[in-house]
Structures are given as C-alpha cells and as structure tokens.
C-alpha cells in the first residue's frame, strides 16, 4: 500500500470517526483475512476465494428487516462483488504471462462460522453446492462472500505467480493463500497486505536470489553482528586471513541455520534469550581477547564455535519467510547464509582500510585496537547484562527424558559440525606441511597465523 | 611431511570422536524410549503459561469494571463483557467525575484481537431495547450476532447484537420478574422485590449466560439468577421452546436450604445457574454453581450425569463457568472456579479433575474471583475477573503434558 493510501484512508476513518453514529454506514474494517486456494488442472487453473462482506465497498446488498441479507435476491450484487473485488484485485501469471480474466463460475454468501474452506475439497463442494436457505438472518456486514474462478491455462505443469491486491479491504489484510500443483503437495503462504507478485512454485535461483538477497539485508541490518565483525577485524586486517575466518563464522552458521530450520533446535521460550545472551558474550570474548592480546592463531576456532550461537540468532528472523522457499529449503537456506557472507565481505571492503588508516594516521595501531575494543567490549557488556536480565526472568527448565534427548541431539550436531571443521584444519596444514617449498602458505594456515607475526 | 606420531594423534582424535558420537546416539535413543515409555503412562492434560502482555493497555484512560463474561469469535477476537462505571468507585473514575484525570469506565462490551489490541467498544442504554441494570455473559453466535445476559434486580431479559453495536432483537422484558406491588425504581437491587419465574415463556429470570447452537439455531439461556433453570429459545426469534430444572426436573422456585455438602444433592438447582454449553456431541453442561455440581443433559433436557467439584465449598461455589478444549473431541473441560480462585481441569468423558492451576492474588495468572473462561482456536484459554478484579488474562496453550501436581499454582512463563 503507498504511503498516499495511508494518508487518504487516515484521514477518511477521521472523517467517519466524528460524523454522528447513525451516519456511519459502512467503517473500513481493521482487520481482514482473505482465504485462497489456487489449483491447476489440466487446462484449467481453479482459484477458490472467501473475503468477509464488511470489507467490501461500493456494492449495495439486497436487505430486509434489520438490514439482513435478502439472500435470494443477493446473486447478483455477490457476483458483482467477486467481480470488482476478488477477480479484479487478482493478477495470475503463467510462465510470466498474465491470464485472461477469469470465469466466474459460482458465487455463495456463507456464515462466518462455515468451515469448510479448511480444506480445497470441502471448500470446493461448499462453493459448488446449496446456497443458504432464503429465511437464513444473517446481518450483511456478518456474512462472507465464496467464489470459485476458473482461469484457462496451457499446462498444469507451467509456473505460475500470483499477485493479490487485497490491501484495500481493510486497514490491516492478510491473505491465507494455498497453491495445490499437481502432485499432491500443497505450499502455503502468508501475505501482508500488498505483498507484490509472487512465485508459487519458485525455480530455485528464484528462490536463492530471494533469499540471498534477505541474508545481505539481515547481516546488514544487525548490529551484533557487525560488532562482531569489527572486533574480528581490528587485530588483524589481511584480507585473505580475514575471509578464512569469516568463512569459519559462515560455516558454523550454516549449520545450526539448518538445523533449526529442519526442527532441532529447542522449541522452548527461554532458548531465544539464551543465544541473544551468547551472542552478545561472543562479542565481550572477542573484545576482551583483542585488548589482552591473545595469540589469534586459533581465532578461526573461536569464529567457529561462536559462529554456531550466531546460526541460531539469524533462524529467529527467517521464521517467517521460508514459506517463499517453495520445495528449496535447503537451497534457500544455503543462498540466505551466501547472501550473510556477501554482506559480510562488503563490511570487510569498508571496515579494512577504514582501519588501515585510522591506524596509520590517528593512532598507533596497538593503542587503536584496545579504545576501539574497550568501546566495542563496553556496548557489547551492556547488551549482555540487559539479556542476561530477561533470560533470568524463566527459570531452570525441568529434566526431562525428553528434554535431554533433544540437547544431546542439538549436542551431537555441534560435534559433527566442531570434527568437520577440525578435519578440514588437518587436512589443510597437511597439505600446506606437504607442499611448503613452493606453497609457503596454504589459505588455512593464513587464517591460523597472527596478524603480526 | 607429517610425522607418525601426529598422525596417530589424528587417528585417536578421530577415533575417540566417533566413538563419543556413537555413545550419544544410543543414550539419545535410550532417553526417548523413556520419555516415551513415561508420556505413556501418565494422566496428561493441557498446560498452560499465563501471558502478562496481553491485552495491550486501554486507550482514553478507560478502566474495566466488574467483567462478567467473555468469549471468542470465529476470528479468534475475544469478546469480554464488564460492568464500568457502576462497579468503579468514585477514586476510579475521576475523570468521569471531572474531579481528576484518571480515569472513566470503559463502554461495557469489548472487542479484542489476538495481539491484544482494543477493536471495537459499545453498549449501554439505547433506542429500541431495555439495556440490563446489571449486564452478565457474553456470546458471539455462528452468525456473528453478540448475546448479552444480566442479572440486576429487574433484570429478565436477553438482547442480541450485531458485532457493530446494531440492535437486532430482545428476547423478554424487564421487570417481568418484580412483585405485584413492588414499585420500579426503588430498591431494585433488592430481590426482595423479585419473585422467580421458572415456568414463564416469555420473560426471565436474571440470565446468566447464553450459548447457540448453530445446528438447531436454538439459543440454551442459564436462567439464571433469580430462576433455576435452563430455557431454550429461537435463535431468530425469541420464541420458548422448552426448559427444564435439575435433573430434568418442572424447575420450583421454592427457596432451598443453605447448601450443606453432607445433605443429599439438592432436586432442584441452586441460583445462580450460571452456565449451559453445548458440547460437539451434543451434550448441554450446566453449572449449578452454589451446589458445586456439573449436570450434563440431552439437548431435550433429558438427565445424563451429574460431577461434583471441591464440595466443602459454601457461599458463593465452586462451578462458576465452563470452556471445551478445542481438540475435535473436546476432550477437556476448564472450570472456573471463583472461591477457591483457579482453573479446573476435567476429563470430559469421566467429569474427573484431572488437576488445576491458578491462585488468589493480583499478579498475572493468578485471581479475584474468576467468573468467565472461554477458549480460542488455538487452545488458549481467556479469563475473566468480577469483584475488585475487575480483568481479563489470556492463558497460552503449551501443549499436554503428564500430570505432576493436582495444583500447579500460578502458571507463570516458563514454569513447569
């Protein structure tokens, strides 16, 4: 919705809001859930629709006593309905051509308590059969309005997108969409509003550049994260060591991003606030080692164990949109973490010779890397304490058999994740130890050197 | 080139790995044997987390009065009903006195949704229908209609609404109930002004709570406060259709003696009858709340079982109001219990208490007088307080777990 609809619906509602009572006919309903089923057969695409009567403007129902509906003259008035404000707010696209617009085949107004768009069979027979009995009193606002539209299509098969602007129903829309390809699969989605056109059965470079693209935002857009960052760039700014040690941080949040995207981290209210607690620990660890000057060649360890903790703070933020990942989860996930490790290096890009001069001209280098890591150590400090103070809030969580059984199954993740990353270690000083003639330097044993040294 | 003795570090490394791997697998295994071997086993029943953050505050200094009904809509938008200002005392609503700044009751019907924000907000006196002197009980039919109750003196009616405040029907008139002789208007709290009237078709008695039955479009009235018994009217019209007392019994409105819980149960219902709720196999619950008992019936009124809950207690009883799990069985059944200040949770099939959770007090998940209790799609549960507690609280639904204590106390996050 544009920021001019806002204003023009805000300032509508004002207008409304202080005529007298009587006068206000018909208000824009706050709240408006729009249910769609979207299945292709054949030669025919089948969309089943159910958008409550309130949000709908403009179109005047037949009423009798007490303003209910007059069902059996109401036909015509529900088909104009469908036809202005379900099919004529509906853009469906089939391998990037937009349909024709659709039939309407059958329209039906329902009780707000009829559930049969649980399902598309129930609610296909809802559509397809009886009308309400014509002494049914039903206040028109109270009623619901079910349409079946048929779309021609070339292919059951084809791709197909949708874009459904029901955002002028209500001051806040969700659309419950369901797409039904053949195959017996069904991929469910959650609009808001105007959510703009969207791939039903999306490719998977459609799906990984979507997500690659969440995954650059996201690393941008979280300060703890770059924090982190930072503190991992002040002792040591080689560019290649870096990239090894931000690629050990990608990789460990690789892992736990998967595994709580396929269900295995605790599904307990107390587990969120324990990773935005370590998270913000990673940062103090990492400050504090910068300003005591610990040896970094083990850094990539440390990027690695804590890169795991930070995997589970970026799963927080892609609850709610994995449902655009179509049958490409892993794909998906995978582009999200491309696209953090993308966003990592442009901050490295900038951060780098940032650094470089600000150590060449302001401040010796030594003195630079303990104010910058005192500042970093000091904000980082008062995120720990404040979510320390929230995680304390819930207490020890009972021992359970089933409890355990889940932490030693998240424990043993973190262990084949810890052997992995141990092995590609060995293997890589091996091979660099083999070769070190005429390859002094292999890119693991970079990332295992100091800086300085 | 690596040396012998790194590498058989590696190895051992490796090696040990694997095996510490292989260790935590058999005991994961081990454990969810036990655990389910243990889920098995045990009487489970849902669990639940009180949410402190929800409602969302009230906008316009608005304060909820005694709130004596709740329910919740199709869109899982929560629907509570209170008795503002006439439950605030003056140092409450000084704004409405014009004697300070905080604060005015609040209209009495209510509309919340699921984030805890106040949608819409009506009632009170209008054109076209008698408004109750003691609003009590709220229902949203299948329809989308609002049914409100009310238990003040002259108080012997039911109105419906639309969820827009739109007057659609009163079933009942007002002051049927008052004495031959007894003036309006004076002492009409009194009910020594009133007289029952359980076998009147037209008019009530002080209705408690209302539930519809899509199926029949028949509205169950727990009538209530000054009758003892359940009357079943038209959806549509308001026309009687039937009613019945205790155990299917001609309801008598003879005064009973005070509850003893060692005399035989009482014949006929004590008032307040304060609920009557259709289950999905359609059995009618009924709360004989002062008599400590559920009684189950027939739609027709024909006595099925009866159950009674935490007997010992006297004054105002122990069976205020009654929500279904939202399972497709409704295997569970809430119980409102306002003296001893918790929930009940019973096995509908058995009418068993399985275990309860609450507590006196005026911190989150705990009570002053728990009256109302209704269910969301979701299994969440939604009280109301009457007295001085004057609240709504929602209970989030934290799946079944086995049964650990009879009484859990206050539920607060993250407590087993």
């Known amino acids: 919705m544009t920021g001019v609809h806002v204003r023009l619906r805000a300032l509508l509602i004002a207008v409304l809001s202080v005529a007298p009572a009587p006068a206000l006919a018909h208000d824009i309903p706050r709240d408006v859930t729009v249910l769609l089923f979207a299945r292709p057969e054949g030669q025919i695409l089948r969309l089943l629709a159910r958008v409550p009567l309130k949000g709908i403007m403009d179109v005047e129902f037949p009423r009798r006593e007490r303003d209910y509906v007059d069902i059996p003259r109401a036909d015509q008035a529900l088909r104009d309905a469908a036809t202005a404000w379900i099919a004529g707010k509906l853009e469906i696209r089939e391998a990037d051509r937009r349909l024709p617009a659709p039939r309407i085949v059958s329209v039906r107004m329902s009780l707000e308590s009829d559930a049969s768009f649980g399902s598309y069979d129930a609610a296909l027979a809802h559509v397809m059969g009886p009308a309400l009995p014509p002494d049914t009193t039903i206040f028109w606002e109270q009623g619901l309005l079910d349409v079946l539209l048929e779309y021609p299509i070339q292919s059951d098969g084809s791709r197909f997108a949708i874009h459904a602007a029901f955002d002028r129903l209500g001051l806040s829309v969700l659309t419950a969409l369901r797409f039904l390809p053949p195959g017996g699969s069904v991929r469910a989605f959650e609009l808001r509003g105007d959510a703009g056109l969207i791939e039903l059965d999306p490719r998977w470079h459609q799906a990984a550049l979507r997500f690659v693209r969440l995954g650059f935002g996201h690393i941008l857009e979280g300060a703890d994260h770059l924090l982190f960052l930072l503190c991992l760039v002040i002792p040591s700014r080689r560019v290649r060591t870096l990239v090894g040690i931000v690629t050990a941080f990608t990789a460990a949040h690789s892992v736990t991003l998967l595994a709580s995207a396929y269900g295995y981290a605790p599904d307990a209210l107390w587990f969120p606030p324990l990773i935005e607690l370590l998270i913000a620990i990673s940062i103090v660890y990492v400050a504090v080692e910068n300003i005591v000057g610990t040896s970094l060649s083990r850094r990539w360890v440390i990027t690695f164990l804590f890169g795991l903790v930070h995997g589970f703070g970026f799963s927080f933020g892609l609850e709610h949109t994995l449902q655009f990942a179509g049958s ?22 900038v951060l780098v010779p940032a650094m470089g001069l600000l150590f060449r001209f302001v401040v010796a280098e030594r003195m630079g890397a303990i104010i910058l890591s005192a500042f970093v150590a000091h904000a980082a400090w008062h995120w720990m304490a404040e979510r320390f103070e929230v995680l304390r809030q819930f207490p020890w969580p009972a021992v359970t058999a089933a409890g355990l059984a889940s932490g030693i199954r998240l424990l043993m993740i ?10 590609v270690s060995v293997v890589g000083r091996r091979a660099g130890a083999d070769g070190s003639a005429d390859r002094p330097h292999s890119a693991l044993r970079r990332a295992g050197r100091p800086a300085d040294s | 080139m690596t040396s012998n003795p790194l590498r058989r570090r590696h190895v051992a490394v490796g090696a040990g790995l694997v095996t510490l791997l292989a260790v935590l697998a058999v005991a994961q295994a081990l454990l969810d044997n036990t655990a389910e071997a243990q889920s098995q086993g045990a009487v489970r029943a849902p669990r639940f987390e009180v949410d402190p953050l929800w409602p969302k505050p009230l906008p316009n200094h608005w304060v909820l009065g005694a709130t004596i009904g709740v329910w919740v809509d199709t869109d899982d938008h929560v629907w509570i009903v209170h008795r503002s200002s006439s439950t605030l005392a003056n140092n409450e609503k000084a704004l409405e006195l014009k004697t ?8 009495p019907v209510l509309e919340f949704d699921q984030a805890g924000n106040l949608l819409r907000h009506w009632g009170g006196p209008g054109q076209g229908y008698e408004w109750p002197d003691s609003n009590h009980g709220i229902f949203v039919d299948y329809k989308g209609n609002v049914w409100i109750g009310g238990n003040g003196g002259p108080d012997s009616h039911v109105l419906k609404f ?6 659609l029907l009163q079933i009942g008139r007002k002051g049927a109930r008052r004495k031959a002789g007894a003036a309006a ?3 009409e709290g009194d009910v020594a002004g009133f007289v029952g009237g359980s076998n009147d078709e037209v008019s009530f008695g002080r209705v408690a709570k209302i539930f519809v039955d899509p199926k029949a479009n028949e509205a169950y009235f727990s009538d209530g406060y000054l009758n003892k018994r359940v009357a079943v009217v038209d959806a549509d019209t308001g026309k009687m259709k039937r009613w019945w007392g205790a155990y299917g019994n001609k309801p008598d409105d003879t005064p009973l003696p005070a509850y003893d819980p060692a005399a035989p149960p009482a014949q006929q219902f004590r008032n307040p009858v304060h609920c009557a709720d259709l289950s999905v ?17 027939t739609p027709e009124g024909k006595f099925v079982k009866e159950a009674f809950y935490t007997k010992n207690t006297k004054d105002a009883g122990s069976v205020w109001d009654i929500a279904f799990s939202r399972d497709a069985q409704q295997r569970y059944i809430f119980v409102a219990d306002g003296v001893n200040e918790r929930v009940k949770v019973v096995d509908r099939q058995t009418l068993q208490e399985l275990t309860n959770f609450g507590d006196g007090g005026r911190q989150p998940g705990q009570f002053y007088g728990v009256h109302s209790i209704a269910s969301d799609s979701k299994g969440n549960l939604y009280t109301t307080e009457t007295y001085e507690g004057k609240r709504v609280q929602r209970f989030v639904y934290k799946g079944l777990a086995p049964v650990t204590k009879q009484n859990q106390g206050t539920v607060w996050p993250g407590s087993k």
């Open chain 1, 414 to 423: 973190v262990i084949t994740a810890s052997a992995v990353a141990w092995w």
């Open chain 2, 185 to 187: 208007g004076s002492n």
């Open chain 1, 328 to 349: 490409h989860l892993v794909t998906s996930l995978l582009a999200f973490n491309a696209g953090v490790e993308l966003g990592q290096l442009l901050v490295l890009a």
């Open chain 2, 281 to 297: 196999d359609r059995l009618l619950y009924v709360c004989d709340r002062v008599g400590n008992r559920i009684q189950v019936f």
């Open chain 2, 100 to 107: 300070g700044e905080c604060c005015a009751g609040a209209p």
């Open chain 2, 162 to 167: 639309t969820k827009d405040g739109k007057f």
